[in-house]
């Protein structure tokens, strides 16, 4: 059987393996940008932001920016409202991406999707954080139980009441143990904040 291996063909294949594409992902192969934007023209690729794009027939999913955050910021971490949203905790629907990076790193220069940055160092950077895959994009998300403690951590910027409703939510439905609470509480410095929750609930 014969493949096409055409620069247009090795496109299209990149941006269903890759989900969303850049311009980056091109050269670095030796394939001169034109040949995207020839397949723009033709509708059959589409660009989805500044300088990223995918395949016309890809399926874009609810958290589409935020497999676009994560592949312009690969090294960020989807957490507080963003990850309450990813994990369909609460009523929280931010317009940015809640992204944390590490505190020396500098901050991204883009446009679109729009970010509001935190930053975590140490453990605080690795612990609590799983990878998930949104539209062939690999993101890193911290989980719900992590979540809910940077939620309580960072109550003066979100509102203790979005933590509060994001810990009850959690725990009436199961989506994470008190045990891991306790342990993310620790880590992230709020045991003290959320102690008189956490032990009203375990009651």
């Not at 143990?177 to 045991?191: E, G, H, N, P, Q």
């Amino acid at each position: 059987m014969l493949y096409d291996t055409s620069p247009s063909a090795t496109i299209l294949d990149l941006a269903r393996k890759l989900g969303v594409l850049r311009v980056r992902d091109l050269t670095s192969r030796g394939i001169h940008p034109e040949y995207l934007r020839r397949l723009c023209r033709q509708g059959l690729m589409v660009r989805t932001g500044r300088g990223l794009y995918m395949a016309a027939d890809t399926d874009i999913s609810e958290h589409h920016t935020l497999a676009q955050a994560a592949k312009l910021v690969p090294h960020g971490i989807v957490c507080l409202l963003s990850a309450l949203r990813f994990h369909d905790i609460g009523t929280q629907n931010p317009h940015e991406v809640w992204m944390a990076l590490e505190r020396t790193s500098a901050r991204p220069r883009i446009e679109y999707p729009s970010l509001r940055i935190v930053r975590f160092s140490g453990r605080a950077l690795t612990e609590g954080v799983k990878e998930h895959v949104i539209e062939g994009v690999t993101v890193k998300v911290t989980d719900p139980a992590r979540t809910v403690a940077d939620c309580f951590k960072y109550r003066n910027k979100i509102g203790l009441d979005v933590a509060l409703e994001a810990l009850k939510e959690c725990r009436r439905n199961r989506r994470c143990k008190i045990d891991d609470l306790w342990r993310y509480a620790k880590l992230c410095r709020v045991a003290n904040i959320m102690r008189p929750y956490l032990e009203a609930m375990s009651a």
